[in-house]
């Protein structure tokens, strides 16, 4: 049964990065590998990001108290290097306020015991955050170009409009036209019109 | 001369081990915190991201941070909305921008002129360099939400250098040494003590300083949870005020030498003292062969000409809101501008300082 398993859903690889070894172990008896791959990085700074980039985890997890956390996290802002989602874990006892903001979501964190069934749930719901999360970027990132786009075409147009004496039908026709003859986007072809405007000393500013 | 009613006396409060968590050590060593009742367990930390998180979960009471920090948590721009205060300006300046040594012949004419730093312009043919050879110059800092950050961008904008054609990494402080010697990284913008160690090593020169970036500009501030403050305000007035007092302490030069031995020590930066002591002294290396520059504010805590180095102003907040944008780090600054008084608290600080002479110098 557990072959078919493994067989219809890939395994989830998870990197551990190991700042304190005696800890990292437990934490990893936690996963079995009929659902996880476990990778180990010991690694720390520069190197760590090369053993990132190589092993391309699903997954990262790291002890709250490791320096390499930040960078880390960045992987999310910064796009050198794909980003991942990032789970921290405590084995402080007392982390009981971390959980309250584990629930409120903050960010992922695993505390206190290592019972599998939990550290699992933890998993998969930083996954899905962290999917979310990045599907939001992205809708947000193609709006931001759609507006960008728009912006560029009206103005071409408004050159157009003020240089060749034509309508805004007209301007708007032309840019068609080039972008479908020469099998452009109208924002590359726009974006021509201006810089050639530019090159020009135009007037379209 | 504490509050009679003290609604909590015993804190942890979280420092990173750098030059500038040079407040935080002079408080707790010479019972600064002590004289306004207080019991402080200082917290070492290891990341910034974990100073946050700890604050916000009250693991921590107070800690150092970055002075965008409280402005990024507040908004929500690294996770969740969380309102955090600073009542305080810990420190101005203190960073750097140091590239690798090998790049030092590179510069030509732009090499170092006595005391003075060097422009972006003086890197633009490496830059261009790296991109004939399809690669980018590597530069890093420790945190996005940081001055270190904010100023490294300004410096290369400034000296005309393109951006896109610079790849910016987050690496740990303690590894940009290590990063740096074995060519992995090319520069990187930190606090001290990392640009001393990396010119007592002969592995770099430091180009410029913040205090040639942007001029005094805050560094790190106390930061509180909105509700903590709230909940303890007399409890918080003291804690700002004992750091005032180590703050003006660390004006005098022969203390800055007495905090720079402190810091040395296992317990805190565990480093040597010449490495620590020069930024605390004003002086800033350069280069192996080359005399210090002189920067008396290199790490500036107090003034005692004028209280306001401390106050968390909203001018500098509103700096912050544009460079941030500028970074693409904001999207809209309007609804922050609206924020930013609830968390770059002036008004609490005057209120401390005004109703009595606690701002004068000791």
Known sequence: MSILKSDTQPLLKLLLVDYNSHKTHILSEAFDNEHYQIEWASASGMSLLHRVRESKPDIIIIDIESPDRDMLDSLNMLSTTAPKPVVMFSEDQNSQVIQELVKAGVSAYITGGVDSSRVRSIIDIALARFKEHQNLKQELADTKQKLSSQKVIEQAKIWLMENKHCSEKQAYHHIRKIAMDNSQKMEDVARNILSLANMLGGSHG | ?362
Not at chain 2, 165 to 193: Q, R, T, W
Not at chain 2, 303 to 322: H, K, T, V
């Open chain 2, 1 to 362: 001369m504490a509050d009679s009613i003290m609604e909590k006396r015993s804190l942890k409060v979280g420092f990173m081990p750098l030059t500038d968590s040079a407040p935080l050590v002079v408080a707790k060593e010479y019972g600064f915190f002590e004289r306004y009742g207080l019991d402080v367990t200082l917290e070492q930390q290891n990341s910034w991201a974990t100073m946050r998180d700890k604050v916000c979960a009250g693991l921590l009471d107070g800690a150092q941070m970055l002075a965008p920090m409280p402005i990024a948590s507040s908004l929500g721009l690294d996770g969740q909305r969380i309102p955090m205060i600073t009542p305080f300006v810990l420190s101005r300046n203190g960073n750097a921008i140091t590239l690798s040594q090998k790049w030092y012949k590179h510069l030509d004419e732009h090499r170092l002129g006595e005391g003075q730093p060097i422009s972006a312009t003086a890197i633009a043919s490496i830059v261009n360099k790296k991109i004939a050879n399809g690669e980018k110059l590597r530069f890093a800092t420790v945190f996005p939400y940081s001055c270190h950050y904010y100023q490294l961008l300004d410096w290369l904008s400034a000296g005309g250098i393109d951006l896109s054609h610079i790849e910016l990494l987050i690496i740990p402080p303690g590894n940009m040494i290590a990063a740096l010697k074995s060519g992995e990284i090319d520069g990187f913008c930190v606090g001290g003590p990392w640009n001393a160690f990396a010119v007592r090593a002969q592995l770099g020169f430091t180009a410029a300083t913040s205090s040639d970036i942007w001029m005094d500009f805050p560094e790190k501030v106390l930061a509180v949870l909105a509700s903590w403050q709230m909940q303890n305000p007399n409890t918080c007035k003291a804690l700002v005020q004992a750091l005032n007092d180590a703050c003006h302490w660390l004006e005098s030069i022969p203390n800055r030498f007495e905090a720079a031995q402190l810091l040395s020590g296992s317990q805190y930066l565990n480093m040597d003292l010449n490495i620590i002591a020069p930024s605390l002294l004003g002086s800033c290396l350069t280069y192996k062969d080359l005399p210090p520059r002189q920067i008396n504010t290199y790490n500036q805590f107090a003034d005692s000409e004028s209280a306001s180095l401390n106050c968390p102003s909203i001018d500098d907040g509103r700096w912050l809101l544009e460079v941030m944008q500028k970074s693409g780090h904001l999207d809209n600054p309007s609804h922050a501008l609206l924020q930013l008084p609830h968390i770059y608290r002036q008004d609490l600080f005057r209120q401390y300082f005004t109703a009595n002479q606690d701002v004068a110098p000791r």
